[in-house]
């Protein structure tokens, strides 16, 4: 990106150290036509560390040039002229771009005949829907990297919940978990329902410093997650996990105790949220008294339902803690009272009662 | 249905081209748009719409925990899944028999305008507008924009832009000033939800019963400095918008034809009167009234009804153009309200959901959303009422009614006073929403900053009746309940984008039915049994083209302003199929400006 000034040209990007061997310039191609309610975008513009358009408009240093097509930003009006970038990559025409892919995947194979589940744009032969699926199979095998946004997309999520007419799941169940992008990277993973706006944001500037030359690959789990991001549990960064500790729980959601006897499964789910907040620091599901639902993981929801009754788990964790934790509570308490006096040197009298000694030595 | 008038006495041999948009850009969720337009005569003679989704929720969610249904509707959408939520919780109360205690109310009413703010802001500024910005205005109609250039902006003492064009510009997308104020407006926005509700989009706080949010006043001082941050920017974002539209009439005479259909307006009421509310169904006329949008339906410019009872036994859901199973021949689930009234078959409480997936036939069935009208008992008509992009039918509705008065807010019976606090430029203001004499795109656009106004107010008034009821002690935010063996429930709310209904019938405790009807399947619903058009058919079909280019490098400005103005959410789903065919002369697709960038 240049910069006319005057009759100066100036480079619209410091100069570095050292050359890279990266990619200057890279396409986002965005589909939210999976079976979405489009709330990993929406979740997207509320990130502000860094900000979408802070990537965009290459505030962010040592990036390539990011040019994003995603649906519910576009400035186009839409139709071709939107799909345009999308077509010219499935005919391999387009420079190296990362699939970001939101929503469930649907499964075609169970239609008899004809008919869809979702579509993007039309088959230019037919004039029918073109499906999901077969955007996925042009687009996944071409592209540098390949990014689910969001529980539907990773793991199948609500749309994916037993009973569902759809047979959906999540993209690496379709691409097959083996599946490597052109740059040999994985599916990169981003569960939550939605995506926590910066932990996502973190992982595409990741994998965009990646594609500079300037990171190694971003360091993912066993389910293709963020290491950093999805490594600890709800627990271990919750505000309330000390009442736990202290075998002091909420019985009901008017309290601002550990929630685990409401429904609470932050123990067990892995998930960043209560520690990082939801934006700006600001939320955190049970930091503000909401349940955790486990909505970042495999198991999302069937294995979480119904939400509002205590986890299995939790009913032996809090029997075992209990005695452990009364007893605890008890000497704090003691303590606590202790350590609310102020020493009885504090007063107005006539004499020094602190034990000041002027000449004294150890 | 169509109120569009013959406007020209003197029609030109017609020039018939078909044209198409799909997916269309900045809404949310999968629409298409597909239209025959007379150049000759500058219109719109014909228009599809369709929306291929379909995910199953009625389907899915039979036979789980009924508690479980406000978790799992808010991922029906994901830029208003709180008031899924929000619905879900007034439904399920109705069921169990409970009632949350106030403050868990004003909790929630903070949430839901924090939501309202939020939403209609990063919709207007960074979707909406970029269809009236200076580039968008450049490439469309650039008469328009050299005349913009010399219009000075009647209310520049207000948002600090000298010419209209110079508004324009500041909307530009991703560069413009005001694009991205409104960007960071809509993250303090929510961060105010976040602070009631926990995260944004899908809640954590909200249960049936009540809330988990800890009243503290922290909890309310973080609302409110962040409120009286927004404040001003919400003042001159009306001022901006009137400029500009005002503009729009000024310069393009004709322009209210434009998305312009007869006065069927329906709203649902918003955000429940903590004192009143019992979410008894036999007292839902009386505490439907008490809310702080009023609900009603407006046929005409005259207010039908504004008792919720009435319209719950209206609704009907129609089949015709969608590809599912008719439900005639199943046993109902419901046959009389609790007040003993006949509840139809076609009412959703005894819908049944049976997808049939099939090739797209625009003469056949061609779409996944029914199409849900409205019973006029009085006439005999099914009504395809629209919901104005929700809030033109709210602010219609609530000032024809004149129920509102409250500190900030007032109904005159023809208009809507609003009045704001001094923000850190602006002085105190009050802002007046008059009734308009058209529902058309303008003004379903004009509407929306004015509710963000609106819903700004209240947050004031509800966060003063908080922190009064946390300084007296009143701090409990969630009652407890049994889920009945058997039960039925019904929420109304808004949606952000207009009206919201959830219906629920409970067997043996679990989930034996549920139906949740959001705005878009009213707004963009496909003909019905009758041949009733929706509500998108009426507006597009027979409207005029101001566009200043030919078919060979039209953008469809004015179509998309439209479509763009009833703020369509898709994640439901929609189709439609308009007029009969017509002769083509010329095929062409636009694909202007497609370059790879």
Same mark, same amino acid.
């Given at each position: 990106?240049?910069?006319?000034?005057?009759?100066?040209?100036?480079?619209?990007?410091?100069?570095?150290?050292?050359?890279?061997?990266?990619?200057?310039?890279?396409?986002?191609?965005?589909?939210?036509?999976?079976?979405?309610?489009?709330?990993?975008?929406?979740?997207?513009?509320?990130?502000?560390?860094?900000?979408?358009?802070?990537?965009?408009?290459?505030?962010?240093?040592?990036?390539?040039?990011?040019?994003?097509?995603?649906?519910?930003?576009?400035?186009?009006?839409?139709?071709?002229?939107?799909?345009?970038?999308?077509?010219?990559?499935?005919?391999?025409?387009?420079?190296?771009?990362?699939?970001?892919?939101?929503?469930?995947?649907?499964?075609?194979?169970?239609?008899?005949?004809?008919?869809?589940?979702?579509?993007?744009?039309?088959?230019?032969?037919?004039?029918?829907?073109?499906?999901?699926?077969?955007?996925?199979?042009?687009?996944?095998?071409?592209?540098?990297?390949?990014?689910?946004?969001?529980?539907?997309?990773?793991?199948?999520?609500?749309?994916?919940?037993?009973?569902?007419?759809?047979?959906?799941?999540? /993209?690496?169940?379709?691409?097959?978990?083996?599946?490597?992008?052109?740059?040999?990277?994985?599916?990169?993973?981003?569960?939550?329902?939605?995506?926590?706006?910066?932990?996502?944001?973190?992982?595409?500037?990741?994998?965009?410093?990646?594609?500079?030359?300037?990171?190694?690959?971003?360091?993912?789990?066993?389910?293709?997650?963020?290491?950093?991001?999805?490594?600890?549990?709800?627990?271990?960064?919750?505000?309330?996990?000390?009442?736990?500790?202290?075998?002091?729980?909420?019985?009901?959601?008017?309290?601002?105790?550990? /929630?685990?006897?409401?429904?609470?499964?932050?123990?067990?789910?892995?998930?960043?949220?209560?520690?990082?907040?939801?934006?700006?620091?600001?939320?955190?599901?049970?930091?503000?008294?909401?349940?955790?639902?486990?909505?970042?993981?495999?198991?999302?929801?069937?294995?979480?339902?119904?939400?509002?009754?205590?986890?299995?788990?939790?009913?032996?964790?809090?029997?075992?803690?209990?005695?452990?934790?009364?007893?605890?509570?008890?000497?704090?308490?003691?303590?606590?009272?202790?350590?609310?006096?102020?020493?009885?040197?504090?007063?107005?009298?006539?004499?020094?009662?602190?034990?000041?000694?002027?000449?004294?030595?150890? | 249905?169509?109120?569009?008038?013959?406007?020209?006495?003197?029609?030109?041999?017609?020039?018939?081209?078909?044209?198409?948009?799909?997916?269309?850009?900045?809404?949310?969720?999968?629409?298409?748009? *597909?239209?025959?337009?007379?150049?000759?005569?500058?219109?719109?003679?014909?228009?599809?719409?369709?929306?291929?989704?379909?995910?199953?929720?009625?389907?899915?969610?039979?036979?789980?925990?009924?508690?479980?249904?406000?978790?799992?509707?808010?991922?029906?959408?994901?830029?208003?899944?709180?008031?899924?939520?929000?619905?879900?919780?007034?439904?399920?109360?109705?069921?169990?028999?409970?009632?949350?205690?106030?403050?868990?109310?004003?909790?929630?009413?903070?949430?839901?305008?924090?939501?309202?703010?939020?939403?209609?802001?990063?919709?207007?500024?960074?979707?909406?507008?970029?269809?009236?910005?200076?580039?968008?205005?450049?490439?469309?109609?650039?008469?328009?924009?050299?005349?913009?250039?010399?219009?000075?902006?009647?209310?520049?003492?207000?948002?600090?832009?000298?010419?209209?064009?110079?508004?324009?510009?500041?909307?530009?997308?991703?560069?413009?000033?005001?694009?991205?104020?409104?960007?960071?407006?809509?993250?303090?926005?929510?961060?105010?939800?976040?602070?009631?509700?926990?995260?944004?989009?899908?809640?954590?706080?909200? *249960?049936?019963?009540?809330?988990?949010?800890?009243?503290?006043?922290?909890?309310?001082?973080?609302?409110?400095?962040?409120?009286?941050?927004?404040?001003?920017?919400?003042?001159?974002?009306?001022?901006?918008?009137?400029?500009?539209?005002?503009?729009?009439?000024?310069?393009?005479?004709? *322009?209210?034809?434009?998305?312009?259909?007869?006065?069927?307006?329906?709203?649902?009421?918003?955000?429940?009167?903590?004192?009143?509310?019992?979410?008894?169904?036999?007292?839902?006329?009386?505490?439907?009234?008490?809310? *702080?949008?009023?609900?009603?339906?407006?046929?005409?410019?005259?207010?039908?009804?504004?008792?919720?009872?009435?319209?719950?036994?209206?609704?009907?859901?129609?089949?015709?153009?969608?590809?599912?199973?008719?439900?005639?021949?199943?046993?109902?689930?419901?046959?009389?309200?609790?007040?003993?009234?006949?509840?139809?078959?076609?009412?959703?409480?005894?819908?049944?959901?049976?997808?049939?997936?099939?090739?797209?036939?625009?003469?056949?069935?061609?779409?996944?959303?029914?199409?849900?009208?409205?019973?006029?008992?009085?006439?005999?008509?099914?009504?395809?009422?629209?919901?104005?992009?929700?809030?033109?039918?709210?602010?219609?509705?609530?000032?024809?009614?004149?129920?509102?008065?409250?500190?900030?807010?007032?109904?005159?019976?023809?208009?809507?006073?609003?009045?704001?606090?001094?923000?850190?430029?602006?002085?105190?203001?009050?802002?007046?929403?008059?009734?308009?004499?058209?529902?058309?795109?303008?003004?379903?656009?004009?509407?929306?900053?004015?509710?963000?106004?609106?819903?700004?107010?209240?947050?004031?008034?509800?966060?003063?009746?908080?922190?009064?009821?946390?300084?007296?002690?009143?701090?409990?935010?969630?009652?407890?309940?049994?889920?009945?063996?058997?039960?039925?429930?019904?929420?109304?709310?808004?949606?952000?984008?207009?009206?919201?209904?959830?219906?629920?019938?409970?067997?043996?405790?679990?989930?034996?039915?549920?139906?949740?009807?959001?705005?878009?399947?009213?707004?963009?619903?496909?003909?019905?049994?009758?041949?009733?058009?929706?509500?998108?058919?009426?507006?597009?079909?027979?409207?005029?083209?101001?566009?200043?280019?030919?078919?060979?490098?039209?953008?469809?400005?004015?179509?998309?302003?439209?479509?763009?103005?009833?703020?369509?959410?898709?994640?439901?789903?929609?189709?439609?199929?308009?007029?009969?065919?017509?002769?083509?002369?010329?095929?062409?697709?636009?694909?202007?400006?497609?370059?790879?960038?």
């Amino acid at each position: 990106m240049t910069t006319q000034s005057g009759t100066t040209e100036v480079r619209g990007e410091p100069g570095r150290a050292e050359e890279r061997n990266g990619i200057d310039e890279i396409h986002i191609l965005w589909i939210s036509e999976g079976m979405s309610c489009d709330g990993d975008t929406v979740s997207l513009t509320a990130a502000g560390q860094p900000s979408i358009e802070d990537v965009v408009l290459g505030l962010i240093p040592g990036l390539p040039k990011v040019n994003l097509v995603n649906k519910v930003l576009s400035p186009s009006l839409g139709g071709e002229d939107f799909l345009a970038p999308y077509r010219a990559a499935a005919r391999g025409e387009l420079g190296p771009f990362i699939l970001v892919i939101e929503g469930s995947i649907p499964n075609q194979n169970i239609i008899e005949g004809d008919g869809y589940w979702t579509s993007f744009g039309n088959d230019p032969e037919t004039g029918q829907p073109q499906t999901l699926n077969w955007w996925i199979d042009q687009l996944a095998p071409k592209a540098w990297a390949v990014v689910a946004a969001g529980t539907c997309a990773t793991y199948g999520g609500i749309h994916a919940m037993a009973g569902n007419p759809t047979g959906c799941m999540g /993209l690496a169940d379709y691409l097959g978990w083996d599946f490597k992008s052109t740059a040999g990277l994985p599916v990169v993973n981003v569960p939550g329902c939605p995506i926590q706006p910066e932990n996502f944001m973190e992982t595409l500037v990741w994998v965009l410093q990646h594609a500079a030359g300037a990171a190694p690959p971003p360091p993912l789990d066993h389910m293709l997650r963020p290491q950093w991001l999805f490594g600890k549990t709800v627990h271990e960064g919750c505000d309330r996990a000390a009442y736990y500790e202290q075998a002091d729980f909420a019985e009901d959601y008017t309290s601002p105790k550990c /929630l685990v006897k409401t429904g609470c499964w932050g123990p067990v789910v892995n998930c960043n949220v209560p520690k990082r907040g939801w934006m700006a620091g600001i939320g955190g599901c049970p930091n503000v008294g909401g349940i955790c639902i486990g909505c970042t993981m495999p198991g999302f929801p069937d294995a979480f339902m119904p939400f509002m009754d205590e986890p299995p788990g939790g009913t032996l964790s809090s029997m075992v803690i209990k005695p452990y934790g009364a007893v605890v509570r008890r000497l704090r308490g003691i303590t606590n009272v202790m350590v609310n006096h102020e020493p009885k040197w504090r007063h107005n009298k006539r004499e020094l009662t602190s034990g000041y000694d002027p000449r004294w030595r150890a | 249905m169509t109120t569009t008038d013959s406007r020209t006495t003197d029609r030109k041999p017609a020039q018939i081209v078909d044209m198409s948009w799909d997916p269309i850009t900045r809404i949310i969720g999968n629409l298409g748009i *597909y239209t025959k337009i007379d150049f000759a005569n500058r219109e719109v003679v014909e228009c599809h719409s369709t929306s291929s989704l379909f995910r199953g929720y009625s389907v899915f969610m039979k036979g789980k925990d009924p508690r479980d249904a406000g978790f799992i509707t808010s991922r029906i959408c994901g830029i208003c899944g709180d008031n899924h939520t929000t619905c879900s919780n007034y439904a399920q109360q109705m069921a169990y028999g409970v009632k949350p205690p106030r403050m868990a109310e004003h909790i929630t009413n903070l949430g839901e305008a924090a939501e309202y703010m939020f939403d209609h802001t990063i919709f207007q500024d960074n979707l909406v507008f970029v269809d009236f910005c200076e580039a968008m205005v450049k490439a469309t109609n650039p008469g328009v924009l050299a005349r913009a250039e010399q219009t000075a902006a009647p209310r520049g003492d207000v948002h600090g832009y000298r010419t209209i064009a110079d508004i324009m510009k500041a909307f530009n997308p991703f560069e413009g000033e005001v694009y991205k104020e409104a960007l960071k407006v809509s993250r303090v926005t929510r961060e105010m939800f976040c602070l009631m509700e926990g995260r944004h989009v899908h809640p954590s706080t909200l *249960y049936p019963g009540g809330v988990g949010t800890m009243p503290q006043p922290n909890t309310f001082t973080d609302y409110l400095s962040r409120l009286m941050r927004v404040i001003d920017f919400i003042k001159k974002a009306v001022a901006m918008n009137d400029d500009v539209f005002d503009f729009f009439y000024e310069a393009l005479p004709g *322009y209210e034809e434009v998305g312009k259909r007869r006065v069927l307006l329906g709203c649902w009421g918003a955000w429940q009167n903590p004192d009143v509310v019992d979410y008894r169904y036999q007292s839902m006329n009386e505490w439907g009234k008490a809310m *702080y949008v009023t609900p009603g339906i407006v046929v005409d410019g005259k207010l039908v009804t504004n008792n919720l009872i009435d319209i719950n036994l209206g609704l009907r859901i129609m089949l015709g153009s969608s590809f599912y199973e008719d439900w005639v021949n199943e046993q109902p689930f419901v046959t009389h309200d609790p007040l003993g009234n006949p509840v139809d078959m076609r009412h959703p409480w005894n819908q049944t959901t049976v997808p049939v997936p099939q090739k797209r036939e625009f003469d056949g069935n061609y779409s996944w959303v029914m199409s849900p009208r409205w019973f006029h008992q009085q006439t005999g008509e099914h009504l395809a009422l629209d919901t104005g992009g929700g809030p033109l039918a709210r602010l219609w509705s609530t000032a024809l009614s004149g129920l509102v008065d409250t500190p900030y807010i007032k109904a005159t019976g023809s208009s809507v006073r609003i009045s704001l606090p001094k923000g850190d430029q602006l002085p105190e203001t009050t802002l007046e929403w008059h009734i308009p004499k058209w529902s058309n795109t303008i003004e379903r656009d004009r509407a929306r900053p004015y509710f963000v106004a609106y819903a700004a107010a209240m947050a004031l008034q509800f966060l003063e009746e908080a922190m009064g009821l946390l300084r007296a002690g009143e701090t409990k935010v969630f009652e407890n309940f049994e889920v009945p063996d058997e039960a039925i429930g019904c929420g109304f709310h808004e949606a952000v984008r207009g009206v919201l209904s959830h219906h629920l019938v409970i067997r043996d405790k679990k989930i034996a039915n549920y139906h949740p009807y959001p705005p878009t399947p009213w707004n963009a619903s496909p003909r019905d049994i009758y041949g009733t058009p929706g509500p998108y058919e009426d507006a597009v079909q027979g409207q005029p083209i101001f566009e200043e280019n030919g078919p060979d490098d039209f953008k469809g400005v004015d179509i998309m302003r439209t479509v763009r103005s009833f703020d369509p959410c898709l994640p439901c789903g929609v189709h439609m199929y308009m007029g009969k065919g017509k002769t083509l002369s010329t095929v062409h697709s636009p694909t202007y400006g497609a370059n790879h960038g």
